[in-house]
């Protein structure tokens, strides 16, 4: 995979690589493979890797600092394993779920495997704690005004689309 990522991305053709570069602090970025369900610690963070529902293998994480938990889904479907570690998080302060698309869109999203308003109430029902704060991310950007409105309609307790340049404190 990182070959990929330095052959296709990171290759001074379309973006730095990243990895040649270094600052006052060392290298910009050091790439380090991770199996899928493993745990691994950046800094103070620990973060705990879940396998997702993605035409593209994609994870999920749950991260920790010690003192609160946040669960990412990542580019997702429908899935039940990331519902179930959440689910075990006994100081789970946040989750950010993905919503793609508007649910007239709702072939597309499952043929690409994401989610539209509609799944992600479903998606939502498998959580025991209906009391953790949920913040949507990854809504694509010409449907944004749609899948927010739609979202809104669902009147979903504890549910707010995620703002861009807004600092949050989990």
């Not at 001074?12 to 600052?23: M, V």
């Not at 946040?94 to 007239?104: K, N, R, T």
Request: proline share 3%.
């Amino acid at each position: 995979m990182i070959d990929i990522l330095e052959r296709d991305l990171f290759n001074w053709a379309i973006y730095p690589r990243f990895s040649e570069l270094s600052n006052d602090y060392g290298q910009v970025v050091e790439y380090r493979e991770f199996e899928r369900g493993s745990s691994f610690g950046v800094k103070h963070l620990t973060f705990k890797s879940v396998a997702v529902n993605h035409k593209v293998s994609a994870n999920g994480y749950i991260i920790s600092d010690g003192k609160g938990s946040v669960a990412i889904t990542g580019d997702t479907a429908e899935t039940d394993e990331i519902w179930g570690l959440c689910n075990g998080v006994d100081d789970l302060r946040a989750i950010l779920v993905e919503c793609a698309f508007p649910d007239d869109l709702s072939e597309l999203a499952h043929v690409s495997d994401h989610l539209t308003p509609a799944s992600l109430k479903l998606e939502l029902a498998k959580l025991n704690d209906q009391t953790v704060p949920v913040f949507i991310v990854c809504i694509k950007p010409m449907y944004r005004e749609k899948v927010i409105e739609q979202i809104r309609g669902l009147a979903l307790a504890n549910v707010d689309i995620l703002e861009i340049g807004k600092v949050y404190d989990f």
